[in-house]
Structure formats: C-alpha cells, structure tokens
C-alpha cells in the first residue's frame, strides 16, 4: 500500500457497513481521492441479519426479509447495483392479531395500528364499545407539551387509552421491534406521531390529511405491496455490493480487539494479531462493541446499558395438505398474554409466492420478546415443538414439517429506550472531541430497517470524506 495514502477502516460488514464501503469506493474512484478502504468483520460471512438459505426449492430469509419500496434511499442503491429487474414486491392480502384464539383482522385503515379514521375504530373487533369510545377521544384531547422524550406506550396510552393500545397498537410495534413500548422512545423510534400530534392536536385527524386512503376500489385490487425483495433472495443485495469491492479491502473471522489512539492516527489491534492503521474510523457494530474497543473512554460504558432484545425464528416447511384450516391472508401477530410463546407468524408462501414450490407451504414464525428471551435458548428441536403446539392450537395444523430451520438473532434487536437520542447526542460529542475520526453508524443509533441503515451508510460516508478532506 502506499504510505502516502490514508486509511479508512470499517467496523462490521452488515448492510450499514457494505453501503459505507460502496458509497465510500464509489467516491473514491470518482474523485480519485488517495484514500484506501478497509472492511473488518467479526463472523465469517457478510451482511449481518440479511441471511437468505435455498433448500429443496425453497427459499428461506433467515433474518430480514424485505425493504420498504417507499424509502428512496434503498431503491436508488438497488439501481445504481443493475439490481431493478431482480425486484419482487409482497403479494398483499389481510393480516391478523391473534387475540382470545381468534383471529382478528387488523383494522383497515391503520398505519402500526393505529386508527386513520373513526370508521377504523368503529369497526374494529380487538376493542369494546367502551374502549372505542376511549379511543375516539384521541379527535378532542389535548396535545402534549412536547417538550422532552416519552415511552411509546405512555403516548398511545394517553391518546387512545389502554385498551386500544394493548390489543392492537403494542401488538404490532412490539411484533415489529422485539421492544417493551413503555420503555421506547416515541423521539427516536416514531418521532413522525409526535409531529402529527404537535401540528394536528390528534393522530387519526393527522394521519387522515397525510396518509393516502383507502378507496373501494383499490380495495378490490391487487394493489403492489409496500415491500420487496428479490427473485433469488434479499441476501442477492449483499452478493452485489461485495461485488464492488475489491477483495482486499474485506477481512473476515477477525474482530477488533482495541483501538488506540495515536497522535494524528489510530491503531487497530485485531483477534488475528494483525494491527491496521487508521486516519478514520466508521463503526457499524453493535453498540455494545464500543466500550471494549475503547476502553480508555468512559464516555462510550454507556453503551453497555442499550438494551437488546434476542430472538429467533423459526422457517417450517409442509405440504399444502397438512394445513387443516387454511387462513386468507399474509400472516398474523400475537397480542401479548395471548397464552402463545410465538410473537408471530408470517405465511411465506402467500406473501412471497416466488419462495415456495408450488403444492407447498412455508411458514416464518418467531420468539423472542423482553421478558421471555430464555425461550430462544431451547434446542432446534425444543423450538421447533414449542412453535407447532401454537400453530396447532391457531391453525388446525396436522402431521410434522417436512423438515425447519431455527435462526437465533441473540441482542439482535437493540432497543431506543425514553432519552435514546440526547444520551446518543452526548456521546457523538465527546467522540468527536476525544477521538476525532471516529463515525458511529447503523442499527445501534438511527434506524434498524435496511432503507436506514443504507441511508445511514451514505450519509456517514460523506462525513468521513469531508473530515480527511479538511484535515489532509
């Protein structure tokens, strides 16, 4: 390498880390810029939670599964990658909360659960005639002062009552984040609520002027679904962006074990025993990875009190005539109390039709929420039996799987807790104080879906450009 040149080195190859590096080389080439980039990641594969498994004509997504078609970011990315003919969008149809044993169909006219309009809260069948009432309340209470953080849960709480928020909004934020809604920021997770509770006085008058409705007509459509993926598998992304690299630039199996700060650089001691220089650092790992990487700083311990939740999932193959009691629709969500271990289940093979042969069924269930992670701990084959004595209880299931696969996402899901993004502020200072050239990126801090971590990667690309710019 030449001396003259400096380094850039990445924490972790997830999708944050990938798209630092693909923005990164991108720049790079363009501007022939004399910066070098490394890529270090713990494990022996890239892509972090995208894992996509082909087995007997299946297609299996171990961890993520698609990315929101609105966020422009990703779709812009998926272009740049020649990536556009290879896109699959989400067969749609209705989507459950399993409540009482039965299911119920998740109000038309929601965004997360929560009401669009009056209609969607007359209708629903999670709540009672006293409940809507409560609910209906949201159109005249008060807005809040807004004038520091609160939990999820207290602020759907104070719109619409407890009982709407227990049986149907905390099912799908809860299902969707692993997290306890009274313990996540509404400022970091949803700030989007806050503003329309500030500018509209109530959330179902605010998203009624904001959000698109729902016509009969397109009602009776088979309208494009909101997410997609690719024909071979979301991991197909992960594949394309490592194609953009040289080789060199990505290290596997190695962790870093230390940073040290030098005078106008920084030494990386790794688990292999190789030591890398750096004139910028951009971390993508964990959150909880900062306090021994940089143990000499106090001001990153903080880190170790992010909570993050563990899960699994948990993919059952069957042939369509096991299913008893076939269900119209995309999968359902578990509302918590429920007497089910499971948080969810998504029917695969209806959502993503391209996954499954046809005769075929593949179904996606999870575990795993605060409070109840040790199940994720059982064996394969405990997991497994844990996940069909629910689905036989929901679903009228008969006879074995032809065969599964258990995924465990163990502290894969950290948690924005009340305060995330003052605590996160505060820390992002004293970094850029004490260890000048060093980026804090991905799922830990800003967004966990794909969208933002790819957003995130761009953005904090540019960022360490400018700051080896300046200084060299």
């Keep these: 390498m030449n001396n003259t040149k400096k380094q850039i080195v990445i924490i972790g190859g997830g999708i944050t880390g990938l798209s630092t590096a693909y923005y990164l080389q991108k720049e790079i080439t363009r501007k022939q810029l004399p910066f070098n980039i490394k890529l270090v990641e713990a494990s022996n594969r890239l892509g972090g939670k995208i894992r996509t498994l082909k087995r007997d004509g299946f297609t299996i997504e171990q961890g993520a599964d698609s990315m929101l078609i609105r966020k422009k970011t990703a779709v812009k990315l998926v272009k740049e990658l020649g990536l556009e003919n290879e896109i699959v969008r989400n067969a749609t149809g209705k989507s459950y909360i399993l409540a009482n044993h039965k299911f119920h169909r998740i109000p038309k006219d929601t965004f997360m659960g929560v009401p669009k309009n009056v209609r969607s809260v007359l209708r629903s069948t999670l709540i009672s005639p006293t409940g809507k009432i409560r609910a209906l309340a949201d159109l005249v209470k008060a807005k809040g002062k807004g004038d520091k953080d609160e939990s999820l849960g207290s602020f759907f709480e104070r719109r619409f009552g407890k ?3 227990t049986n149907q909004i905390e099912t799908l934020l809860s299902g969707i984040h692993s997290g306890d809604i009274y313990n996540m920021s509404l400022q970091a ?4 609520f806050y503003q329309l509770e500030q500018k509209y006085g109530s959330l179902i008058k605010g998203l009624s002027k904001t959000m698109p409705k729902t016509t009969k007509q397109i009602e009776k459509q088979s309208a ?9 598998g979301l991991e197909t992304l992960v594949h394309e962006l490592k194609k953009t690299l040289d080789p060199e630039t990505i290290t596997l199996g190695t962790a870093v074990d230390h940073i040290e700060k030098k005078e106008h650089f920084y030494h990386l001691l790794l688990s292999n025993g190789d030591v890398y220089r750096a004139d910028a650092i951009i971390v993508t790992s964990p959150s909880f990875t900062l306090p021994k990487m940089f143990s000499q700083y106090d001001f990153f311990k903080p880190f170790k009190e992010i909570p993050a939740t563990s899960t699994a999932n948990i993919v059952l193959a069957f042939d369509q005539v096991k299913i008893k009691k076939d269900i119209d629709g995309t999968g359902f969500l578990v509302r918590k109390n429920s007497g089910y271990q499971i948080t969810a289940c998504t029917w695969t093979h209806k959502k993503w039709p ?14 795993g929420r605060p409070g109840e992670e040790s199940v994720v701990d059982l064996s394969d084959e405990d997991l497994t039996e844990v996940v069909l004595k629910d689905l036989r209880k929901a679903m009228k299931l008969k006879g074995d799987p032809a065969f599964s696969v258990v995924t465990r996402w163990r502290q894969g899901r950290p948690q924005y807790t009340v305060g995330h993004l003052v605590r996160l502020s505060e820390i992002r200072k004293q970094a850029a104080g004490q260890v000048p050239g060093v980026f804090l990126t991905g799922s830990s801090y800003e967004g966990q879906g794909i969208p933002d971590c790819i957003e995130q990667g761009e953005k904090t690309a540019q960022e360490a450009l400018r700051f080896l710019l300046a200084r060299y």
């Design 163 to 165: 009982e709407l928020l």
């Design 189 to 192: 997770s949803y700030p989007n």
């Design 224 to 232: 494009p679904g909101m997410f997609f993926s690719f024909k071979n």
């Design 354 to 367: 391209l996954t499954t042969p046809e005769g075929k069924v593949l179904l996606r269930c999870y575990v």
